[in-house]
């Protein structure tokens, strides 16, 4: 893919381009009407990476469903996983329910093992995971994903809803910040 001249200076190249990603949540939109057909399905997302992901998965489910979102934030801005705290709190009930929790990226899988602890705590029916990607190396909790969209090398990814210190989450596709950008410390 050529860089076109109005990319951010920071974004060293397309690493999953806009094609990839459609064709991609097309068909992971697929898996999941199979899996849910039948199911009153609740997909909780989490705020705020997942915003461009969900919005385009969402459109090709075609399934009866209702949507809700968990905000999870952490202290420090930057590339490293941190402490979390909990922005918003989930408001439908999922007590009995086949629960659909979406996330932008499974890195080191603190944040999925936090929130699914707290999920499990309502009795959800079942609950399954999908994520636009996941970066296998940097796992450190025992948490697995049943939907991945791309498994991606050790890179710090910006676009499609993914952010660096809140930016770059408008790019239509996902991008490589360049490593001087985020080397912090
Ligand atoms: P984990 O808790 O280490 O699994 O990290 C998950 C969260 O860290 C994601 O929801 C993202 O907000 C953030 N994250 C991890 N890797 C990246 C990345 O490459 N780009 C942008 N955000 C990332
Ligand atoms: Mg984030």
Redesign the pocket.
């Known amino acids: 893919m050529r860089k076109p001249t109005n990319w951010p200076e920071e974004i060293a190249r397309a690493l999953i381009t806009e094609s990839q990603l459609k064709g991609r949540v097309r068909e992971l939109a697929r898996k999941i009407e199979h899996d849910f057909t039948g199911r009153d399905l609740v997909v909780v997302s ?1 705020l705020n ?1 997942t915003v461009m992901f969900l919005a385009d998965l969402l459109r090709h489910l075609s399934l009866p469903m209702r949507l809700d979102f968990i905000g999870v934030s952490s202290y420090r801005e930057g590339a490293e ?1 941190r402490e979390l705290i909990f922005t918003k709190e989930l408001r439908l009930n999922v007590r009995g329910r086949d629960v659909l929790l979406v ?10 093992k936090r929130v699914l602890a707290k999920l499990r705590e309502l009795k959800p029916r079942r609950v399954k995971v999908c994520v636009l990607l996941e ?1 296998k190396a ?1 796992r450190v909790e025992r948490v697995r994903a049943d939907y991945v969209g791309f498994s991606i090398p050790d ?4 676009g499609y809803g ?3 210190a809140e930016r770059h989450r408008n790019l239509p596709f996902v991008g490589v910040l360049r490593p001087q950008y985020y080397r912090i410390g």
Do not use: E
């Open positions: 989490l990476g996983s996330d932008d990226i499974l890195d080191t899988g603190t944040t999925l970066k940097r890179l710090f990814v910006v993914l952010d660096f």
